[in-house]
T-cell receptor, first 112, second 112 residues
Framework: DQQVKQNSPSLSVQEGRISILNCDYT??????FLWYKKYPAEGPTFLIS?????DKNEDGRFTVFLNKSAKHLSLHIVPSQPGDSAVYFC???????????FGKGTRLSVIA | DAGVIQSPRHEVTEMGQEVTLRCKPI?????LFWYRQTMMRGLELLIY????????DSGMPEDRFSAKMPNASFSTLKIQPSEPRDSAVYFC??????????FGPGTRLLVL
């Protein structure tokens, strides 16, 4: 039973264009969401987060959007750069009462 | 700070052998997490500790897996006996809370 789903295993985008990575969740108790980025042979690193009291959080080229009614969030990267090529994991928790639940990840390839 | 340190980085062993993975968390972090990453299941939480005490081990696959945290600066994950289906990348992570976790580089385990 997957509580956090990333339905696209991979995504290919041209350099300079927008990358949109999607994530769906089923547990209505989740109220804090994070994106992690993982390069080969390294551990995941925290990228950006959003609380359920917001519907958008922006950090430079990275923006996360949250649609609570649809139980959906997305990560936008604009403009995409080759260095963004990595696996992106979506994660969720309920106010820190339970550990993070991760999706399976989406492999982003940014083509120069 | 050196970040979360894991050893070994790579381990190749034969079925039936005992495997011990090691982790040194970031100093001052109260939480320590062990994850397993596979293509099929993504990033799964195996067990986590708070102040050296195991809080939730419901993700541990079976009795062949055990984890200890004898002090705040060291944890082990042991598999005995190991099986080919245990082949995966094992990550250790630490944090001040259950949300923003800092991951080690992982141990890539191959059981032949």
């Amino acid at each position: 039973d997957q509580q956090v789903k990333q339905n696209s295993p991979s995504l290919s985008v041209q350099e300079g264009r927008i990358s949109i990575l999607n994530c769906d969740y089923t547990n209505s108790m989740f109220d804090y969401f994070l994106w992690y980025k993982k390069y080969p042979a390294e551990g995941p690193t925290f990228l950006i987060s959003i609380s359920s009291i917001k519907d958008k959080n922006e950090d430079g080229r990275f923006t996360v959007f949250l649609n609570k009614s649809a139980k959906h969030l997305s990560l936008h990267i604009v403009p995409s750069q080759p260095g963004d090529s990595a696996v992106y994991f979506c994660a969720a928790t309920d106010s820190g009462n339970t550990p993070l639940v991760f999706g399976k990840g989406t492999r982003l390839s940014v083509i120069a | 700070d050196a970040g979360v340190i894991q050893s070994p980085r790579h381990e190749v062993t034969e079925m039936g052998q005992e495997v011990t993975l090691r982790c040194k968390p970031i100093s001052g972090h109260d939480y320590l997490f062990w994850y397993r990453q596979t293509m099929m299941r993504g990033l799964e939480l195996l067990i986590y500790f708070n102040n050296n005490v195991p809080i939730d081990d419901s993700g541990m696959p079976e009795d062949r897996f055990s984890a200890k945290m004898p002090n705040a600066s060291f944890s082990t994950l042991k598999i005995q006996p190991s099986e080919p289906r245990d082949s995966a990348v094992y990550f250790c992570a630490s944090s001040f809370n259950v949300e923003t976790q800092y991951f080690g580089p992982g141990t890539r385990l191959l059981v032949l």
